[in-house]
């Protein structure tokens, strides 16, 4: 939907459309938040949800917000894998909670069966901070579902040029077998082959098994030297290269966005030196000052998948007063209008500034975190971290 028509939207919804459930004009608005607590990513979800809280806080202290309206945020278990598990959590949070919206979630398959189950069926508006499918591109959102990490279609070449620019010609691949190992997959392979490069196999993996050593032999077979691995930091992602290292195996790895956590390096230690990996960021000012802005409200900042959070939060909240209401429908009409130019540009820190800006009628353009700039169907192009393991953490090489 274009800018013109989502503005026709937002101005065409009347006083008597707006319903206590979503908080129009209440003293108190609810906005999800719902990610994986439990499974395979919980060593990355509990930053991830501070930083959300974060944007909403700031907004809330400011009270600039619908003239003085606060957000309070619910949270929600994704689970991350069990779709069921996640519909089940969205259905409590959008009826019975009555929130806003949803910032999350995590996981691109549950991300798709919330969207496709709950969200849009009910008009709220979904901001995820690191659904990465590209399946997720075309899916059927009327125009609800947004994410402020970008496709795996991207990832995927980005990481095929990495190998490249390594001299790093052939590798085997295990993935988790979901809609985010698989679409990932396809990306990279199709890339890196393009590139010159070998896939030597391609082999899916199930999370939660306790042995992985069928799986590894099976990989090894292959001949390769390097192994990527496309899989989740707290299970079967980290199980296969723990068999890998103690069979001897393999010894040098590839990782994606859902194996970057510290967590995997307590786990494995010192074999995970010289690791290397991608993970959707950037080292512009804007970067920077939101992990100093963290920082200094005692959380992380420098995590996996934070800034997104916070951007994701924060353009929620400024929607709503870019539509002068937490009207669900009137979330999604001016999401676009605040995440895109024109308007002044506005920063990780600066969420007061650009509610005052739109209290007084003008126009914002929400850099935040990650450089926030939305495609056509709501979605970031984004850039990524070339990262290497070295001295027992992830270390920046280059931003691509």
Do not use: W
Not at 3 to 12: E, G, P, Y
Not at 80 to 92: L, V, Y
Not at 267 to 272: R, S
């Amino acid at each position: 939907m274009n800018r013109t028509i989502k503005t026709a939207l937002a101005v065409s919804i009347s006083a008597a459309s707006l319903s206590m459930a979503s908080g129009a004009f209440a003293d108190d608005v609810k906005v999800g938040i719902i990610l994986g607590y439990t499974g395979p990513i919980e060593s990355l979800t509990p930053d991830m949800a501070e930083s959300a809280e974060l944007a909403l806080k700031e907004v809330s202290d400011s009270g600039l917000l619908l003239g003085g309206t606060t957000l309070t945020p619910v949270r929600g278990d994704s689970t991350c894998i069990d779709s069921a598990a996640a519909t089940a959590a969205a259905e409590r949070l959008i009826t019975s909670d009555g929130v806003a919206a949803i910032m999350g979630a995590d996981c691109s398959g549950v991300t798709t069966a919330i969207a496709s189950n709950v969200a849009v069926p009910n008009g709220v508006v979904m901001v995820s901070p690191s659904a990465t499918s590209p399946a997720l591109t075309t899916i059927e959102d009327n125009g609800y579902f947004f994410r402020t990490a970008p496709s795996d279609a991207r990832q995927g070449q980005v990481l095929a040029a990495v190998l490249i620019d390594r001299g790093i010609m052939e590798v085997a691949v295990t993935y988790t077998n979901n809609d985010y190992g698989k679409g990932l997959t396809d990306s990279f392979e199709g890339a890196y082959t393009e590139m010159g490069g070998e896939v030597s196999v391609v082999a899916p993996h199930e999370d939660g098994k306790a042995d992985y050593a069928a799986e590894v032999a099976a990989l090894s077979a292959s001949g390769s030297d390097h192994l990527a691995v496309f899989g989740y930091v707290d299970q079967g992602g980290k199980g296969i290269i723990q068999s890998s290292i103690d069979t001897g195996a393999f010894e040098n790895f590839i990782l994606a966005d859902g194996m970057i956590g510290q967590s995997l390096i307590d786990n494995i230690g010192d074999d995970l030196e010289g690791t290397i990996g991608t993970l959707p960021g950037s080292e512009s000012q804007e970067a920077a000052d939101f992990v100093t802005y963290a920082q200094d409200n005692g959380l992380t900042g420098d995590c996996p998948f934070c800034a997104e959070s916070y951007d994701a939060a924060a353009l929620i909240a400024l929607s709503m007063q870019a539509a002068g209401s937490a009207d669900r429908a009137a979330i999604q009409a001016s999401l676009m209008d605040v995440a895109n130019a024109p308007g002044e540009p506005i920063g990780p820190g600066d969420l007061a500034l650009g509610l005052q800006i739109l209290a007084d009628g003008g126009e914002i353009d929400y850099v935040g975190a990650t450089n926030v700039e939305l495609t056509e169907v709501g979605e970031t192009y984004g850039s990524y971290k070339e990262l290497e393991v070295s001295g027992g953490e992830f270390v920046t090489q280059q931003v691509r």
